[in-house]
């Protein structure tokens, strides 16, 4: 039985490792290219370590275009994301706690079309959502992008918090409101502290996906000094004349360290707050 076990954990691993591998490689190919000379990318794809490791790739992306850096990209992209993740955030968590705390007529039904705005694909809602931004004038600018998240769009946020908040024993509720406590201060000073391993998984979610949002940047912003990364990269690709692969690799590489980063200093925090396990009481 012994050995039995030894051979599957043996196999188990050897499975796991080789699919973990091929998941990475991209990754890891992409990378090493950012070191490669650019007209050697292709000819040299089945090789990954460069036989010569070069650096102008990085120089020659982070010039940008039509001098505009590519630290203004990074910049536009990080105004973005924070300010769209701290609208996401703070407006779920005052969703769900309404929803998970609060008794009113029309609770079941909203808790309903949540959950039925999760299942919506959101290219349902482009078209509308275009032409509704145009009429508001806000085509051209970042308010598409950051204003619709301080209304609680993302039904996944307030679904994970409704069940962090669901775990948090009511007695609390009940021992504040006694001590005269409303019902914003009990949010603000209970329930917020106590759910933050799922403030911070929305928040790492959320930041994840704004970065990463090309086709909502493509559709609304229309000068290239606005553009963030992920619409900036495609600037290196011109199928009308020649590309500049590496540079666009080595920008691709910086592009993921935020998300990189973000993922290893708040892991702890992730993997808890999918777990959602909440508090026992």
Not at 26 to 36: C, E
Not at 54 to 61: D, H
Not at 127 to 153: C, D, E, H, T
């Amino acid at each position: 039985m012994k050995t039995r076990k030894r051979i599957g954990g043996i196999v188990y691993h050897v499975i796991v490792c080789g699919l973990g591998l091929i998941m990475i490689y991209p990754l890891v190919w992409m990378i090493m290219s950012s070191f490669k000379e650019s007209n050697t990318i292709f000819t040299t794809a089945g090789q990954l370590i460069p036989k010569k490791f070069v650096l102008a790739n990085y120089a020659t992306g982070w010039k940008g275009f039509a001098k505009t850096g590519f630290v203004v990209f990074f910049r536009n992209s990080l105004f973005v994301a924070i300010v769209a993740t701290l609208g996401t955030v703070f407006s779920s968590a005052f969703v769900a706690y309404g929803l998970a705390r609060c008794r009113f007529f029309g609770r079941r039904f909203l808790f309903v079309a949540m959950l039925l705005s999760m299942m919506l694909p959101a290219q349902v809602l482009m078209i509308p959502q275009y032409l509704w931004y145009q009429k508001l004038g806000w085509v051209g600018s970042y308010r598409p992008l950051i204003v619709p998240y301080y209304f609680a769009i993302q039904g996944f946020f307030i679904y994970l918090m409704i069940n962090f908040i669901d775990g948090i024993p009511r007695e609390l509720d009940e021992a504040a409101k006694i001590d005269g406590c409303s019902y914003y201060s009990i949010f603000a000073r209970i329930i917020l502290p106590l759910i933050t391993p799922a403030l911070i998984t929305a928040s790492i979610f959320s930041f994840m996906w704004r970065w990463d949002d090309f086709l909502s940047a493509l559709l609304y912003i229309n000068e290239s000094a606005k553009y963030p990364v992920s619409l900036a990269l495609k600037l290196f690709c011109d199928p009308g004349s020649s590309s500049d692969y590496g540079a666009m690799f080595a920008m691709a590489t910086l592009s993921i360290m935020p998300a990189v980063l973000i993922f290893i200093g708040l892991q702890k925090y992730l993997v808890e707050g999918i777990s959602t396990s909440g508090l026992k009481g």
